[in-house]
């Protein structure tokens, strides 16, 4: 059984950064492809980023690229969401997710930590 827990959110001002966590309660930690996902009031939720296994490998969705990052840490099984000059529109509840080796979705998902950018 995979475990995520966020941690991280908060409420903060047009322009702050803040840096989500996401703990892993898992067995083979570098074998999962970590996503970072979002979902707005009245909104479907969205892919943000995700990251491969080894770290290589990054996707951000267009409206993050260059103030998003996404790592990971293999040996403490914890990846991490860095986001730099917030927008009132990054407004969501954020949730980390892990998909396993060969799987085509993400099996596994936290509770979700609240971001909220104000103006």
């Known amino acids: 059984q995979v475990q995520l827990v966020e941690s991280g959110g908060g409420s903060v001002q047009a322009g702050d950064s803040l840096r989500l966590s996401c703990a892993a309660s898992?067995?083979?930690?570098?074998?999962?492809?970590m996503g970072w996902f979002r979902q707005a009031p009245g909104k479907e939720r969205e892919l943000v980023v995700r990251?491969?296994?080894?770290?290589?490998?990054?996707y951000y969705v267009d409206s993050v690229k260059g103030r998003f990052t996404i790592i990971r840490d293999n040996a403490k099984k914890m990846v991490f969401l860095q986001m730099n000059s917030l927008k009132p529109e990054d407004t969501a509840v954020y949730y980390c997710?892990?998909?396993?080796?060969?799987?085509?979705?993400?099996?596994?998902w936290g509770q979700g930590t609240q971001v909220t950018v104000s103006s």
């Open positions: 997710a892990a998909k396993a080796w060969g799987s085509t979705s993400y099996g596994y």
């Open positions: 898992v067995g083979i930690f570098s074998s999962y492809v």
């Open positions: 990251i491969s296994w080894s770290g290589e490998t990054t």
